[in-house]
């Protein structure tokens, strides 16, 4: 129905940055809220940031000041600028969106497919 694809992850060292894209494709009639969860190893799955069709913003406080989450409504894409990283930032990063899907009407929350990101020291 509705496909998330991300790119942008890689390795980089502490202190620099990267950028992660999402793009939403398929049955959409609209997305809602779209946004970045991650998770660790041994870690459960957290926000990292979320932003509304509005633009509203909202962060993890641990990423606060050094993540940028931002969208373009017109691709249905999600973007994530890091910046400042640091090791405990290495996860696997997924984006997701609050999608309307075309015909149905239903509501539901599709996944992308997960992207590594790897901070060294």
């Not at 509705?2 to 009639?29: D, K, N, T």
């Not at 809220?33 to 459960?44: D, E, I, S, T």
């Not at 990423?63 to 249905?76: H, L």
């Amino acid at each position: 129905q509705v496909q998330l694809v991300e790119s942008g992850g890689g390795l980089v060292q502490a202190g620099g940055s990267l950028r992660l894209s999402c793009a939403a494709s398929g049955s959409i009639f609209r997305i809602n809220a779209m946004g970045w969860y991650r998770q660790a190893p041994g870690k459960q799955r957290e926000l990292v940031a979320a932003i509304t069709s509005g633009d509203s913003t909202n962060y993890a406080n641990s990423v606060k000041g050094r993540f940028t989450i931002s969208r373009d409504n017109a691709k249905n894409t999600v973007f994530l600028q890091m910046n400042s990283l640091k090791p405990e930032d290495t996860a696997v990063y997924y984006c997701y969106a609050d999608t309307i899907v075309s015909v149905t009407l239903l509501s539901r929350t599709f996944w992308g497919q997960g992207t590594q990101i790897t901070v060294s020291s």
